[in-house]
């Protein structure tokens, strides 16, 4: 789950009592973005000699899109700046698991929080505090709400994980050019239909259906399904996790806990109930495999299994556009140009925010994107030269390289001074495709986005965003036909900002993405209980949409699947989850 991975998000607290020990990584949202009231530090010291940095990407299809366009200016620009080369691992999380027990561990690591507790008891993992006072890396020490939260999640003083794209305090609020994150369908299959207002799940699920129905082939002549699942996401449990939650105004909150938006003074504990994640996901696939729209691989298939899949046509929705990238480059070329969009819905949550985030109650600033932690390995000979290379992708030099590329390929100086990203770079972005790939930049599948250390709109010394693609009017320029079509239609300047509508509207609410509330990692006996918990949820949560004909049928399997729960411990968990969250919401507010 959120991601997408997400940022911590409260108001209540409603506990996915499971508290899921996920092996793989969570998927964070980019959509609200800060811009800070002052720069973060910059480094532009270069290392003496050349060294070899292995790294452990979070996930192992991001890595071999990596090292399938290793010679992109990006990449390249990065090592020449910190002179080093890297060597970019596609490790899954049985190779991980593996790798923490064998003690075979590569230089920097990038991995959730599940396993960055696992890393940290087992002391394999560095305090880079002292490294980092030695090395100068003062770029590491910006935003420390970040530092703050990894200190309280692993109960240390040490500094033995920094989470990247964070954030100050002090922000006003810019959204993404486009959401990534929610319920996302061709845009030629939504128009075709006329545009359906979907004020419901069911009515997404009946929007889909029509779909399949319209279009029931491919174009090599094979099946088309509505859905697939990614299997090795979160342990097994993110496409269930993502699926109803953004949209019900619950998000993911360290891994392990969803949370609502209502009230963060106060815990709901929808046990299992209506109002949780794996309760709605399970209803609606249940019907959707009654249907005919789940894809018959889809409990056993992997992201690169999803996407190769939605390449070919087969599968036509998706609760993010993560795994449709691919097809959207693909379909971008044809005779009439398409794409997956998000769809705002009628009903539910968002995540455009109508208001800065410091107007939020409790609220201390961005502490980047969950799940994409990043460590230094005991193993590695050269951690100095591991924490200067983070010094400088984390500052907002570094970062911009990542997001707008290099200066004078992709991005200039105009003539007053304002870095601005150079119109053949903005085409290329139109365009997509191999051409995209091959720069590296933000947006392209090459791209080292898990690196860059600070949020789009921080701004770096010479008073740009780190992301030069972040500026509006930069939006209104990289927009596709697709993109266009889309505003045009929701009558907004670019497709973020139908989101923004709706709200606006009062047809959806405001899903903030953010934590304010900091809870302690899961105590031995919790945790063993959590990983019991895991491997019920993912045994049986297929079991409940496979088997059950009917909607009587599959209120009693969800029935025994509670049960199973109860009987492994959850309440217990869920116990621990309330009683830690009211003790750390009222230390964070003063009472």
């Given at each position: ?27 964070s949202?980019?959509?609200g ?16 000699e050349?060294v070899?940095?292995s ?51 590569p ?69 993404p ?37 319209k ?13 697939g699942?990614?299997?090795?996401w ?42 949780n ?62 794409s ?18 410091n ?24 951690p ?47 365009k ?54 889309y505003?045009?239609?929701y ?25 304010v ?75």
């Amino acid at each position: 789950m959120r991601k997408v991975k997400g940022l911590s998000k409260a108001l209540v607290l409603t506990i996915c009592a499971s508290l899921l020990v996920m092996t793989g990584c969570t998927k964070s949202s980019d959509d609200g973005e800060p811009t800070s009231t002052a720069s973060a530090p910059s480094t532009t010291a270069k290392p003496k000699e050349n060294v070899k940095i292995s790294v452990l990407w979070c996930e192992e299809g991001g890595a071999t899109n990596i090292n399938t366009y290793k010679d992109n200016p990006v990449l390249k620009e990065i090592e020449k700046r910190t002179n080093t080369t890297l060597e970019i691992l596609g490790w899954n999380a049985e190779k991980l698991s593996m790798s923490i027990a064998g003690g075979d561990l590569p230089d920097l690591i990038c991995t959730n929080d599940a396993n960055i507790k696992k890393l940290y008891d087992a002391k394999m993992i560095v305090d880079m505090a002292p490294l980092i006072e030695k090395t100068g890396s003062k770029s590491l020490l910006y935003a420390p709400n970040r530092i703050k939260y990894a200190k309280d999640f692993l109960g240390t003083e040490g500094i033995y994980y920094l989470t990247p794209a964070a954030f100050e305090a002090d922000v006003d609020t810019i959204l993404p050019m486009k959401m990534d994150v929610g319920p996302s369908v061709r845009w030629d299959y939504y128009k075709e239909l006329g545009y359906p207002s979907i004020k419901s799940f069911d009515d997404y699920l009946a929007m889909v259906e029509q779909m399949v129905q319209k279009h029931p082939t491919t174009p090599d002549g094979k099946k088309v399904y509505g859905f697939g699942l990614f299997n090795d996401w979160s342990g097994g449990l993110w496409s269930y996790g993502l699926l109803t939650s953004v949209s019900s105004g619950v998000n993911n909150y360290a891994e392990t806990i969803d949370v609502s938006k209502d009230d963060q003074s106060k815990i709901i504990s929808d046990f299992y109930g209506p109002q949780n994640p794996y309760y709605q996901a399970s209803q609606f696939y249940n019907k959707a495999y009654r249907k005919g729209l789940m894809h018959p691989d889809a409990f056993t298939m992997k992201y690169a299994d999803f996407e190769a899949a939605a390449v070919k046509g087969e599968i036509i929705s998706n609760p993010a556009v993560y795994g449709f990238e691919k097809a959207n480059q693909e379909l971008l070329k044809a005779a009439n140009p398409t794409s997956f969009m998000m769809i705002p819905f009628d009903f539910g949550y968002s995540y455009s925010p109508p208001k800065p985030y410091n107007q939020i109650p409790g609220y201390q600033g961005g502490r980047g994107l969950d799940g994409k932690n990043w460590t230094i390995s005991t193993k590695s000979k050269i951690p100095d030269r591991v924490v200067e290379f983070l010094n400088f992708v984390f500052s907002p030099e570094g970062s911009r390289i990542i997001y707008s590329g290099v200066e004078g390929v992709n991005w200039e100086y105009d003539a007053n001074k304002k870095p601005v990203m150079k119109k053949e770079t903005v085409d290329t972005i139109i365009k997509g495709g191999e051409d995209l790939n091959k720069t590296g930049i933000f947006g392209s599948i090459a791209a080292l986005s898990h690196l860059r250390g600070v949020s789009n709109t921080v701004k770096a010394s010479d008073g740009g965003y780190a992301n030069l693609q972040s500026d509006k009017s930069t939006y209104i320029q990289m927009m596709n036909t697709v993109q266009k079509d889309y505003a045009k239609y929701y009558g907004v300047d670019y497709p973020s900002l139908a989101f923004t509508k709706k709200v606006d509207e009062k047809k959806m609410k405001f899903n903030a993405d953010y934590k304010v509330v900091s809870l302690p990692a899961m105590p031995d006996d919790i945790k063993r209980i959590d990983v019991k918990l895991q491997d019920i949820l993912v045994k049986g949560l297929p079991k409940t949409i496979i088997e059950p004909k009917t909607d009587e049928e599959w209120v009693k399997a969800f029935d025994k699947l509670r049960n199973d729960l109860n009987a492994a411990g959850a309440q217990t968990v869920n116990k621990w989850a309330e009683t830690e969250y009211m003790k750390a919401y009222a230390k964070l507010m003063g009472k």
